[in-house]
């Protein structure tokens, strides 16, 4: 996939979210969802920035973001590409959860004791250090 052929990203300036945060979300929605794969270009800060009409520096913040979560990796010349284990492990992270819901639906559960199940599973695993807290009141 050429640069011209990356999934449109667009920002809402009335969300609540930061631009920036926006720009981070779509991408990582669009390499998720396979319509960005391994060595796919990203627009360059400044293309995507001018194309959004946005500051340089808010492109880049988001790309930045992107590549400390490991879904970019930005190389001289080449520019900013979708890393090569960004799809892999949200493959292999969505394949596991098809399966956990495979089995749970063959035993005879249904999505409110599988939800059930994903609940505590959570509720008893330590989280890594930074990451959000869920459902815990």
């Known amino acids: 996939m050429s640069e011209h052929d990356v999934p449109r990203i667009e920002v809402d300036p009335a969300s609540s979210a930061p631009v920036f945060e926006q720009i981070r979300l779509q991408v990582r929605a669009h390499v ?41 990796v930005t190389r001289r010349r080449a520019g900013t590409v979708v890393a090569d284990a960004a799809l892999a492990a949200t ?28 609940g505590a599973l959570l509720a008893d695993r330590p989280r890594p250090s930074g990451a959000p807290q869920t459902g815990t009141a």
């Not at 060595?39 to 946005?54: K, S």
């Not at 913040?61 to 979560?69: F, G, I, N, Q, V």
């Not at 493959?91 to 199940?117: C, K, M, N, P, S």
Request: overall charge negative; hydrophobic content about 45%.
């Open 91 to 118: 493959t292999r992270v969505r394949r596991a959860a098809e399966d956990f819901v495979a089995v749970a639906r063959d035993a005879g559960l249904d999505d409110d004791a599988v939800d059930a199940v994903r």
């Open 32 to 72: 998720d969802a396979g319509a960005l794969s391994p060595g796919d270009r990203l627009p360059t800060v400044r293309g995507l920035a001018t194309e959004l009409g946005l500051a340089p520096g808010t492109v880049a913040k988001a790309y930045r973001e992107l590549e400390a979560e490991g879904v970019v």
